[in-house]
């Protein structure tokens, strides 16, 4: 069994899903009451944010990669970053450190192609949806990825930061989302929805949505983190 390291905390409420959902796959797949053994590194949310969102890069990619390394000395196969947003440097910092990272952006891309769809909205935060690294891996698969108008970005982040980071489930604010998503349907004729932020499936799920496809990228990346875990 290969070992895996998750750097959580980015945010908590999405680590513990993660959590649960690696240990509730890992007993689906292997027979027995066996549980698979974890590390995580649970890290500092707000300080990694602000250097998104100052789009101090070269020092988000230092920060990841010194928290990388403490998951490292425990003699790791694979780390996996549980979030969308700091993917935005996953190709830098992956080339700096020694052990395999497990890509969300690339597995849930993926998970797009092989069902046929070539059209589909993202929602995350505003990095996410707007500085490219979903599209860039869309593009190399032909999908073509459409984000909310810039207004619309910004409450999508702002419910993203200030209710979903800390659990917090408004029925307004569903609302609000569900309404961003249905005109994207109308407007340019998506497909799917990849909810390329890891607490938005706390909120939004398939049966909110006709129509369409949603892809829910933390399900999606444990299942992945699974198979390299199984392999």
Known sequence: MK???ILGGI?????????????????????????????????????????????????????????????????????AMASNTPH???????????????????????????SDLQKVGLLGTKSTMSKGFYQDVAKKRDIEIFIPAEKEQDRVHEIYMQELVFNHIIPESKAELME????????????????GGTELPLMLKQEDFEGIKVFNTTQIHVDAILDKMLA
């Open 3 to 5: 070992k895996i390291g």
């Open 11 to 79: 945010g908590p409420e999405s680590s513990i899903e993660y959590y649960r959902l690696i240990i509730k796959g890992f007993r689906e797949r292997v027979s027995g009451n066996e549980y698979p053994e974890i590390l995580i590194h649970s890290i500092n949310m707000r300080e990694m944010l602000s250097y998104v969102f100052e789009e101090k890069w070269e020092v988000l990619v230092e920060f990841l990669k010194d928290r990388i390394a403490v998951l490292e000395k425990s003699g790791l196969d694979y780390v």
């Open 88 to 114: 935005v440097v996953f190709d830098q910092l992956a080339s700096r450190v020694a052990v395999g990272m497990i890509s969300i952006v690339e597995e849930s891309c993926k998970r797009v192609q092989n």
């Open 180 to 195: 961003i998503v249905n005109e994207m349907r109308l407007n340019e004729g998506i497909e799917g929805l990849i909810l």
